[in-house]
């Protein structure tokens, strides 16, 4: 309590922090109105961990620093970092988010700064996709790992790549069921536990590589893209391979002056490719008919291939088919036409090749600028697998087969809702007649001894959508429950979230469990079975959050959940149907597993076809 710290550029941030920290049980929040890189005064403050966020935006004109950073740059993201790596004491550490210009930047003032943390510092690189921060900021991110110690005691860096973590990366983050944050944890602590034994690890995990300091000394920048240090087997290639530039033209397209308008001629930007196989016109822009008259280039015809060339969604690609819904379209300045050659090359062939993860790969390879930089005409020079026409309609027509199966799945599991048809002979009553809901609460923040080595479950809001909730970020004490307004609820407890951007999800405890203020416990009784309740409740959260209160963050009280009406069955007819609605689900989330078993065969098929093995 004593030792934390902050500072803050901004003197409204910083009283805001304080009063949070205060009402957290911080007697004495220590936040300091501070500017890190152009005053000194604090220069010579140290500490044991750093965690960060740090500001991606550089002023115009740049950052003016002090003359005491080690790196001279006047950017702020590497000024940041910069002074984070500088201020950790002897055994410190750090995590910190940093924009992808940090990773693979050219300039010499990025190129030093990676050096420094190779040698003194990095241990660990978590690549994240674009858009985990939506709809705030599309930027591309990593997540650097400093420790003083464990860079000392390894040659090597561990690299981690992030593709999901729970949610789609557009600017609704709805959840998608993929999730690769816990096996990322799982490869950092094992790699992190395994360092004092093994100095020099591999790691079993696709998604994970280890590669020595030596190596990445090797790379004249230092760049710490994963990827780019990737063995790639190369096996006896069945075809021979041509640059793009020889099968297909590569042009873009342009904007008129003023922007996009409100109707006419749809435009395609990066916003709207890369969606899973298909185009996102959630958000459609367009130009007046008059320029899109006009235009030489950048007018979409069927069979282009679409690739972002720059911004957040850089290399995504997109298809132009029969099915693409509008008759006239052109591409804005943000995006390349890949045009095919169809005498040598077929269109869908193309835009399988670019999208494999060799394409992709190959294409990022080419990306210069800043975090939000891009792809330039120097693709053409890229070097793709040609087969003969009829090696490659067979090639397309079994990829094509793969992924009709996979849009059919995805369909399944997006219109499926699980139904419970509602017999006008059952009595209706509100909640409260037939059950007693409670809240729970969270131990005092300033008593470790209510946390460590605690046996206890604790769900918060967050975890309640999980469905049947079998396992907690948290665990508590005894103590702590005891000396809380948290209480031990039994397995079979409905749990809905009542605030925030979880309102209105239910969920099941598995276990037993404690919950946090945020949520609200439903007990078990004789007269309903409870997962005949969540998936009743679960038919009624757009009406909770209707009439719950707090506007874009919904309040949903318990006065309000003990006040809706409820159908009240039998218990037989309760089981009855929670029987069968668990086998809909059942078949539902088999569909899941056939989306990973098709998206596995188009990876092990491209890999194939570009003669790769990793």
Same mark, same amino acid.
């Given at each position: ?139 591309? %991110? ?11 005691? %390894? ?108 109707s006419g001629v749809i435009s395609i930007g990066g916003e709207h490719i890369g969606k899973e196989w298909g185009f996102n016109f959630t958000c459609p822009r367009y130009i007046p008919e008059a320029f899109f008259n006009q235009l030489s280039k950048g007018v ?176 508590? %004490? ?5 000396k809380s307004s948290a209480k031990l609820l039994p397995i079979g407890t409905v749990l809905v979230a009542m605030y925030g951007a979880t309102a209105g999800q239910v969920g099941l405890l598995g276990i037993d469990a404690a919950t946090n203020q945020a949520v ?20 009624? %959260? ?73």
């Amino acid at each position: 309590m004593t030792n934390f710290c902050g500072y803050d550029i901004s003197p409204d941030m910083v009283r805001l922090s304080r009063v949070n920290l205060y009402l957290h049980g911080f007697a004495q929040p220590r936040i300091h109105e501070y500017d890190t890189l152009t005053t000194e005064e604090r220069w010579d403050e140290r500490f044991d961990v750093i965690m960060a966020n740090p500001p991606f935006m550089t002023p115009k004109g740049g950052i003016r620093p002090h003359n005491r950073f080690s790196i001279k740059a006047n950017r702020s993201e590497v000024l940041f970092v910069d002074y984070i790596a500088e201020h950790l004491n002897s055994g410190g550490r750090a995590g910190v988010i940093v924009p992808e210009g940090i990773i693979f930047q050219s300039q010499n003032a990025y190129k030093a700064l990676r050096k420094m943390l190779v040698e003194n510092y990095l241990w660990a690189v978590v690549s994240l996709p674009a858009g985990v921060f939506n709809p705030y900021s599309g930027v591309k %991110t990593s997540i650097l790992l400093l420790d003083r110690n464990l860079a000392r005691r %390894t040659d090597s860096v561990l690299f981690v790549k992030v593709q999901n973590d729970g949610f789609d990366l557009g600017a609704q983050r709805r959840p998608n069921g993929k999730n690769d944050l816990p096996e990322a944890l799982h490869a950092i602590l094992d790699f992190r536990l395994r360092i004092a034994d093994f100095p020099n690890l591999q790691s079993g995990n696709p998604q994970c590589l280890v590669v020595s300091r030596q190596r990445l000394f090797e790379s004249t920048d230092s760049n710490l893209s994963g990827d780019r240090y990737r063995v790639v087997v190369r096996q006896i290639s069945k075809w021979p391979t041509v640059r793009m530039e020889e099968v297909c033209k590569i042009f873009n397209g342009a904007r008129p002056k003023g922007g996009a308008v409100d109707s006419g001629v749809i435009s395609i930007g990066g916003e709207h490719i890369g969606k899973e196989w298909g185009f996102n016109f959630t958000c459609p822009r367009y130009i007046p008919e008059a320029f899109f008259n006009q235009l030489s280039k950048g007018v979409i015809q069927k069979g282009d291939v679409l690739v972002v060339k720059d911004g957040a969604t850089t290399g995504k690609t997109g298809f132009v088919d029969q099915n693409f819904p509008f008759e006239k379209a052109a591409v804005n300045e943000h995006v390349f036409i890949l045009r095919s050659n169809s005498r040598k090359i077929m269109p869908a062939f193309l835009y399988f090749v670019v999208r494999s993860e060799s394409g992709q790969n190959a294409l990022l390879r080419h990306k210069v600028g800043a975090a939000q930089g891009g792809i330039n005409l120097s693709i053409s020079k890229i070097e793709i697998p040609l087969p003969p026409l009829d090696v490659q309609e067979r090639i397309v027509a079994e990829l094509e087969g793969y992924r009709k199966v996979i849009e059919g799945a995805k369909q399944v599991i997006a219109n499926y809702k699980p139904m419970i048809k509602i017999d006008p002979e059952w009595p209706m009553v509100k909640m409260r007649a037939v059950c007693s809901t409670t809240s729970g609460g969270t131990p005092s923040r300033s008593r470790n001894e209510f946390y460590n080595g605690g046996s206890i479950p604790w769900v918060k809001s967050g975890e309640v959508a999980q469905g049947i909730v079998m396992k907690t970020e948290e665990r508590i %004490t005894a103590e702590g429950l005891a000396k809380s307004s948290a209480k031990l609820l039994p397995i079979g407890t409905v749990l809905v979230a009542m605030y925030g951007a979880t309102a209105g999800q239910v969920g099941l405890l598995g276990i037993d469990a404690a919950t946090n203020q945020a949520v609200c416990g439903i007990l078990p009784n004789d007269k309903f079975v409870p997962e005949f309740l969540l998936y009743l409740l679960r038919d009624r %959260t757009e009406e909770m959050v209707a009439l719950s209160t707090g506007g874009a963050q919904p309040n949903i009280s318990q006065e309000l959940i003990r006040n809706l009406n409820i159908p009240l069955p039998p218990l037989d007819i309760q089981c009855q149907i929670v029987a069968e609605l668990e086998a809909e689900r059942k078949l539902v989330e088999a569909n899941r597993e056939l989306i990973t078993r098709m998206e596995g065969k188009i990876k092990a098929k491209l890999a194939e076809v570009w003669g790769e093995e990793t």
